[in-house]
């Protein structure tokens, strides 16, 4: 799995260095896993200036790395809970970005508690089954 992991880190660093790293200075990006039965993820990104301010900036569509994403989440369901991957980076260490995987309950309890009531509970995210 370590290999897996890797391996999007380095794809996710390729697909950030595409971008002017000259307007910001470190970024967050939050993929989260709600127990859909469709595959979907959230991307939520947070690149930051150098007085903190968040700005506007999104990832190019990239098939490859989507790919990776839910091979990765799928095995690491497969060894335990997991539902949100997150990647962290200062835009002059692109290259030592770092990978967390994590489980969040609060992204399980948001998504059931949208659901109507006689669904709730009832659903199995697609990387479980």
Known sequence: ????IENLRLKLVDQIK??????????RIEFQFPPTSDKYYKTIPAF???????????LKPNP???DALYKLIYGLN???????IIFTAKSNEIENGAI???????????????????????????YKI
């Open 78 to 84: 497969k060894e335990g809970d997991v539902n949100q």
């Open 64 to 66: 490859d790395f989507q």
């Open 18 to 27: 595409e971008m002017n790293n000259s307007v910001w200075q470190d970024v």
């Open 48 to 58: 930051r200036d150098e007085n903190g301010k968040i700005l506007v900036l999104f």
């Open 100 to 126: 967390n995987v994590l489980f969040d309950k609060t992204i399980n309890d948001v998504f059931e508690n949208n659901l109507p009531k006689k669904m709730r509970g009832k659903t199995t995210g697609w």
């Open 1 to 4: 799995m370590k290999d897996q």
